[in-house]
């Protein structure tokens, strides 16, 4: 997955060394990871057995309907009415087989 880091704690112009060591979380600061544009997509068909390996991003590209998610925290399932074009909009851990929306798409 594209990444981008946002490093806290002194960050002292000129100190590139510093700053990468950071980056790396190897040094005084913290860095955290946050995920950007996902870099794979594939049609979902929605399953109770399949649980995704990857936090999961799911578009709805076909008709309206809903769709049942477990949130990849692991919480219980939460269903979402979309219209064709929105995503839930949280990462998902599954999708459940009674979500009614076609056309699914999972990217992560």
Request: zero cysteines; a negative charge; hydrophobic letters at 40%.
């Amino acid at each position: 997955m594209s990444t981008i880091h946002l490093v806290t704690g002194d960050t002292a112009a000129g100190d590139i060394e510093a700053r990468q060591e950071r980056q790396r979380g190897n040094g005084a600061g913290a860095a955290y990871t946050y995920t950007m544009f996902p870099i794979n997509a594939e049609a979902l068909t929605p399953d109770d057995d399949e649980v995704f390996e990857y936090p999961s991003a799911i578009y709805v590209g076909g008709d309206a309907g809903t769709v049942v998610v477990t949130p990849w925290g692991g919480q219980a399932a939460v269903t979402y009415t979309l219209e064709a074009g929105q995503f839930v909009p949280l990462m998902v851990r599954a999708v459940a087989e009674s979500s009614t929306a076609t056309g699914l798409i999972r990217s992560w």
